[in-house]
């Protein structure tokens, strides 16, 4: 099986930085992406890392570590329209996309 | 236009009944899925078809049939509903079996509530 966690919430400020931490345990892990669904809406996909280190893409990065089964998304310079909720998933196995979610961390910005 | 499209996208029915959730996706990509999303936020994947095979099956109750008349169609049957059906179902989509690099795309789900 797996598990992942993951904080049920955040809140920040606009022009804020904030960081969603994510550990997991699972077997035959390969992968640990993100994910950003706004309410009502569909998850749509921000990052994915198999390496350690840092993914930078825009206002948003993602970081792992293999040795500590751990991972997080930094989001930088936040705006109201990045309230959301945030899923880390982990990719089990090489080939079958075997993608596993988190429970998401519901992230709100104030003014 | 559309990437990933779900029909309906709302389905309200009574316990005992059966429907369908149509899925197609103009990506050409190879693999498709079926997620789950309940009333928590929790997404499980349910199933996963590569190039019309059935390449996941994550114990999902055999109520549910999904049927992949061709790659870029998947879709979801389910006999006999119960109250515990309802949720957000999700189609998606990835380039390869592994959809790492790029992602799964997503559809704009279907909520099926089970009365």
């Known amino acids: 099986g797996q598990s992942l966690e993951q904080p049920s919430e955040v809140t920040a400020v606009e022009g804020a930085i904030v960081q969603i931490n994510c550990t997991y345990q699972?077997?035959?892990?390969?992968?640990l992406s993100w994910y950003q669904q706004h309410d009502g809406g569909a998850p749509t996909f921000l990052s994915y890392?198999?390496?350690?280190g840092l993914e930078e893409t825009g206002r948003f990065s993602s970081f792992l570590s293999r040795s500590d089964s751990y991972g997080y998304l930094l989001l930088q310079e936040l705006q109201m329209k990045d309230s959301a909720s945030y899923f880390c998933?982990?990719?089990?196995?090489?080939?079958?996309?075997?993608?596993?979610f988190g429970r998401g961390t519901q992230l709100t910005v104030w003014p | 236009d559309t990437a990933v499209s779900q029909t309906p996208k709302y389905l309200v029915t009574q316990m005992g009944n059966d429907k369908s959730i149509k899925c197609e996706q103009n990506?050409?990509?190879?693999?498709m899925y079926w997620y789950k999303q309940d009333s928590k936020k929790f997404l499980k994947i349910m199933f996963s078809?590569?190039?019309?095979?059935?390449?996941i099956n994550e114990t999902v109750p055999n109520r549910f049939s999904p049927k992949s008349p061709d790659k870029a169609h998947l879709n979801l049957h389910i006999n006999s509903l119960e109250l515990g059906d309802s949720a957000v179902y999700f189609c998606?989509?990835?380039?390869?079996?592994?959809?790492?690099?790029?992602?799964?795309?997503f559809g704009p789900g279907t909520r099926l509530t089970v009365l």
């Open positions: 078809y590569n190039n019309k095979e059935l390449i």
């Open positions: 998933a982990v990719m089990r196995g090489s080939t079958l996309g075997r993608l596993y």
């Open positions: 990506l050409g990509h190879d693999t």
């Open positions: 890392n198999a390496l350690d």
């Open positions: 998606a989509s990835s380039q390869d079996s592994s959809g790492r690099a790029r992602g799964q795309f």
């Open positions: 699972t077997s035959g892990f390969y992968g």
